[in-house]
Structure formats: structure tokens, C-alpha cells
């Protein structure tokens, strides 16, 4: 096993996960900077707002990445054999035009919906709300495209879309800021970024999409599919729901001390999204040819938790400088909270390589003990959050059952190998 890792560690996968892991820092670099720039450009209940809107659409692009997940595992497959060009351009080209009627009707529904939707999560800007509704769309048809990508391994072309996106969403979200728009001008920033990447996104896939036609096409597993839904969904609301949660049931003041603690974890995500976008169809097509998998989980875990760990240990230790560097003194020391807060979400990004491996391999047991403690983690924090303190160590228990259940997954692939 250390023999096929230290030769993964050497091979062009790891060149691939260098890449993506490059791309990903550079574009949550950006995406970053846009919650900073929002956060002291915003007044803070603008800002608040901000964040609950960016955690619904966080929490509804890991749901639509479904569709990102199903068009790379199949792509991953159908690249496997002679020939592969016709197959997989029929199969993206089918599920494109899926993703536009899907989308538009998702997103006609939401700006139906959006009254009732600023009320569940206190936000009163109907122009964001809409902008939000735009930025749905988007979410349906890039998943096409970025599973395209991922699926075919063109990882330079996927990482340079994710680099023009968040590029272009940061200019575009002080710029709209500025020019008076205020909150729903930095939720519009979104769509219209998200829109110029999907254009560079459909250029690098211009060879498949242009592929000869074929009479047959690959239909999609419902049940995977479902599985992959329970999954990202299960996974979004572990990482995503806090933020929701604080500004639902917390008041106003309080909701804004997390704010910092919030924006500042979520950098242990960037690095590990990006190792999990290279492990899901590397580890798809070994399942795929009947080869071991594992190597490619342990290096990406590894990979995943020491930055995390690392930059977590900066949060116990310098909690009041960091975001007073940071947020130039708007907000004021979290003290241990930031570095709760930032371990849970590591445990989080090692939950993200986890889910990715068990997607590629099938592993039902994992996906469903996921939803559990999911569950059981947002009634924790709905009966039992009542200071920011007691939230992080739900957030953290969550995490570290999530990880523990991953360990169970990998000891019962090692009985299995053994058989």
C-alpha cells in the first residue's frame, strides 16, 4: 500500500491534484475576497444577509452538483475503450439540454417562492432574492460543464473556469457595491461572473460537444443518482447550515460575531475541494477496472488535513490579530471560537474526500450514516446552540463522527479486499 502511494505521490495524478489544488486556492483566494469586500462594504445587516443568501446557494449548488458528480462518473466510465469521443458527446450533449429546462423552471420557482423564502431566512432585499434566483440557473448548466471537465480530466481547463469565475465575481461585487447596488448587487455579481465561465467552460469542451453522433446514449442510474443527491445535500447542510442556523435563531449582535469566525474556516475547504474533484473520477475508473482505489483516499486525506490542521492551529493562537488584519477592526476577537470553528470545518474538508471516494466506489453504508449524523447535527443545534461556544462543538462533533464513520468504510474495504 505505502509503495502505490509513494507512486501516486510521483505520478501525473498528483501533477493533476497539484493543478486543481493551485486553480482552487487562487479562486477561493477571490471567493474570499468577496465575503471580506462584502462584509466591510456592506453595513452589517446587509452583510448578515449576504451570508444567508450565500449559504442557500451554497447549500443548493451542492445539491445541483448532483448533476456535476453523475456527468463525471459516467464520462469517467465511457472514456474507458476505443474510440470514446461519440459516447461521451451524446451523453453531455443530453444532459445540457436537460440542465437549461430544469434550471429555468428551478429558478422561476424560487423567484415565485422568493417572498417566502426572505421571511424563512430573514432577508427583506426582494432585488437579492431575485438576483439569487439567477444564480440557480447557473447552477443547474454549469454542473454540465464542470462535470465535463472533471469527468474527461481536463483539469487545467477546469481550474482556469473556476480562476475566471471568482476573478471576475470579486471585481464585479465591489463594483456593484460601489456603484450603489448594495446587497443585490453583490448577489447579482454571481450569475453574471458565473455566466462568462461557463462560456470558457463549453471552449475547452468544444471537441466533445462537436463529437459525431451516436444512436445510443448512456442513460443515468436513478438510484445513483439519488444516492449522489442524499450525499452533496447530506454534505451542504453539515458545512453550510451554521450560518443560516446563527442568523435564524441568534440576535442580530450575536449573529455578527460569527461572521468573522464563519468567513475565516471556510479557507480549510479551498484545498480540500479541489483533491476531491481529482479523486472522484480517478477512483471511479480504478473501481471501474477493478483495481484498489485506497491508495488515491489515504494520500488525498493527507493532503486534505495537515494544511487544515496547520492553518487551525493559527486560529487558537492569533485569533484577535488575524481578523483585525483581516476585517480591518470591523469585528472584534473571537477568541477560541475562530479556532473551534476552523477545526470543525477541517473535519468537514477530510468528510469531503470521504464522500468523494464513497461516490466513486458506491458506498451505500457511508452515504446514509452521512444523512444520519446530519440530522443529528442541525437538531443539536436548533435545541441545544444557545451560545456561539456550544454551536463550534456541535459543528466539531458532527465532523469527527462524520470522519470516524469514513474510517469504518475503509477498515470494511479492507475486509472485502481480503476476501
Known amino acids: 500500500m505505502l509503495t502505490r502511494i509513494r507512486t501516486i505521490a510521483r505520478s501525473k495524478d498528483a501533477f493533476d491534484g497539484l493543478v486543481m489544488a493551485g486553480a482552487l486556492l487562487i479562486a477561493g483566494g477571490f471567493a474570499y475576497l468577496v465575503l471580506v469586500a462584502a462584509g466591510l462594504l ?14 442557500v446557494l451554497k447549500i443548493a449548488e451542492q445539491v445541483t452538483w448532483v448533476i456535476r ?62 438576483a439569487a434566483a439567477l444564480a440557480l440557473l447557473l447552477l443547474f448548466v454549469r454542473p454540465v460543464t464542470d462535470g465535463g471537465l472533471q469527468g474527461s480530466q481536463q483539469f487545467w481547463g477546469l ?27 453583490a448577489v447579482l455579481a454571481l450569475p453574471v461572473a458565473s455566466l462568462v465561465a461557463l462560456g470558457l467552460a463549453v471552449w475547452w469542451l468544444r471537441p466533445t460537444f462537436r463529437a459525431p453522433a451516436t444512436d445510443h446514449v448512456q442513460k443515468v442510474s436513478l438510484p445513483y443518482s ?27 449582535e450575536v449573529a455578527a460575531q460569527y461572521t468573522p469566525a464563519n468567513i475565516l474556516a471556510r479557507l480549510n475547504l479551498f484545498v480540500p475541494l479541489a483533491i476531491g474533484m481529482v479523486l472522484f473520477p480517478k477512483a471511479t475508473q480504478k473501481q471501474a477496472l477493478g483495481l484498489d482505489a485506497r491508495p488515491y483516499l489515504l494520500l488525498a486525506l493527507a493532503a486534505t488535513l495537515i494544511p487544515g ?16 488584519l483581516v476585517f480591518r477592526g470591523q469585528y472584534g476577537d473571537p477568541g ?37 449524523i446530519v440530522v443529528g447535527e442541525v437538531t443539536a443545534v436548533l435545541l441545544l446552540a444557545h451560545t456561539l461556544q456550544t454551536l463550534a462543538l456541535i459543528l466539531l462533533l458532527a465532523g469527527l463522527a462524520a470522519n470516524l464513520a469514513g474510517l469504518l468504510l475503509l477498515r470494511s474495504a479492507r475486509s472485502e479486499a481480503r476476501l
Open 42 to 55: 456592506l453595513p452589517d445587516a446587509a452583510a448578515i444577509a449576504f451570508l444567508a443568501i450565500m449559504n
Open 159 to 185: 481550474g482556469s473556469v473556476a480562476v475566471l469565475q471568482e476573478l471576475l465575481r470579486f471585481g464585479l461585487t465591489v463594483g456593484l457595491i460601489l456603484a450603489g447596488l448594495q446587497l443585490a448587487g
Open 336 to 372: 477560541s471560537l475562530l479556532g473551534w470553528v476552523g477545526l470543525a470545518v477541517t473535519l468537514f474538508a477530510g468528510v469531503n474526500i470521504w464522500l468523494n471516494y464513497a461516490l466513486a466506489v458506491r458506498a451505500r453504508p457511508y452515504i446514509f450514516l452521512l444523512a444520519v
Open 309 to 324: 490542521l496547520l492553518l487551525t492551529l493559527l486560529y487558537f493562537l492569533f485569533p484577535g490579530p488575524i481578523v483585525t
Open 226 to 252: 439519488l444516492l449522489t443527491l442524499i450525499g452533496l445535500f447530506s454534505f451542504a447542510l453539515l458545512v453550510y447550515s451554521d450560518a443560516i442556523l446563527v442568523n435564524r435563531i441568534f440576535p442580530p
Open 69 to 130: 458528480n453523475v456527468v463525471a462518473y459516467y464520462l469517467a466510465e465511457l472514456a474507458i475503450g476505443a474510440e470514446p469521443q461519440p459516447r461521451m458527446g451524446a451523453f453531455l450533449r443530453h444532459r445540457w439540454r436537460w440542465a437549461w429546462q430544469w434550471g429555468v423552471v428551478t429558478a422561476v420557482l424560487f423567484a415565485l417562492l422568493s417572498p417566502f423564502i426572505g421571511r424563512l431566512i430573514n432577508v427583506d432585499s426582494q432585488g437579492a432574492l431575485l
